[in-house]
């Protein structure tokens, strides 16, 4: 078993919808969660950036961690043709001392 | 720089012949990370470099990678006796701590 399980998809939605990503991990010392949004033949581009549980949001976006389930999830709001792309979830266990562990990444499609 | 500089960006070499890949993470970042990403894949951790602390090197795939870090600033990951399976994407990060890392537009590399 993978120490984070993300759904590859592909995933397509129609523009304006909410789109729901989600990743479950198996480590329960990871603290850092992140999801990284990442064009092609570009590099990953950090999105969010959370803490411990709880819920952040910037913009159309919200990321959503509880801990107790292992579950983290990214919702995008009225969705757009430029948030095609792959999104990938990644943990880490301590501040600056240990590797960040990502997820297969979740292709989506949003159509005008 | 204001963001993780990989060089170089495209990289065409022969089977059998060693390549070195470099990076030049954000100044002042204590940690620094190599992956790598092939086709439609995920990222495959590779090697973390955090401070004067000794190397993560539990991703590195066989003794012909090997990656240093001087004077705690750039890297360099060094492929030895390339094969074709080696062809992939290799993306740098770095972070100053918890886990809030920034990559580089990466290396493609093509071993034919």
């Known amino acids: 078993q993978k120490e984070v399980e993300q759904d590859p998809g592909p995933l397509s939605v129609p523009e304006g919808a909410i789109v729901s990503l989600n990743c479950t991990y198996s480590?329960?010392?990871?603290?850092?969660f992140m999801w990284y949004r990442q064009y092609s033949r570009k590099g990953p581009e950090l999105l969010m950036y959370?803490?411990?549980?709880g819920n952040k949001e910037d913009g159309r976006f919200t990321a959503q961690v509880d801990k107790s389930s292992k579950y983290i999830s990214l919702f995008i709001r009225d969705s757009q043709p430029s948030d095609s792309a792959t999104y990938l979830c990644?943990?880490?266990?301590?501040?600056?001392?240990?590797?960040?562990?990502f997820g297969q990444g979740t292709r989506l499609t949003i159509n005008p | 720089g204001a963001g993780v500089s990989q060089s170089p960006s495209n990289k065409v070499t022969e089977k059998g012949k060693d390549v070195e890949l470099r990076c030049d993470p954000i100044s002042g970042h204590t940690a620094l990370y190599w992956y790598r990403q092939s086709l439609g894949q995920g990222l495959e951790f590779l090697i973390y470099?955090?401070?004067?602390?000794?190397?993560?090197k539990s991703g590195l795939p066989s003794d012909r990678f090997s990656a240093e870090r001087t004077g705690g600033s750039v890297s360099t990951l060094t492929i030895q006796r390339t094969q074709q399976e080696d062809s992939a994407v290799y993306l740098c990060?770095?972070?100053?701590?918890?886990?809030?890392?920034?990559f580089g537009q990466g290396t493609r590399l093509t071993v034919v």
């Open positions: 480590n329960s010392a990871f603290q850092y």
């Open positions: 470099f955090q401070g004067n602390s000794a190397p993560d």
């Open positions: 959370t803490y411990s549980s």
């Open positions: 990060a770095s972070s100053l701590a918890g886990g809030r890392a920034f």
């Open positions: 990644a943990m880490s266990a301590a501040q600056g001392a240990q590797k960040l562990v």
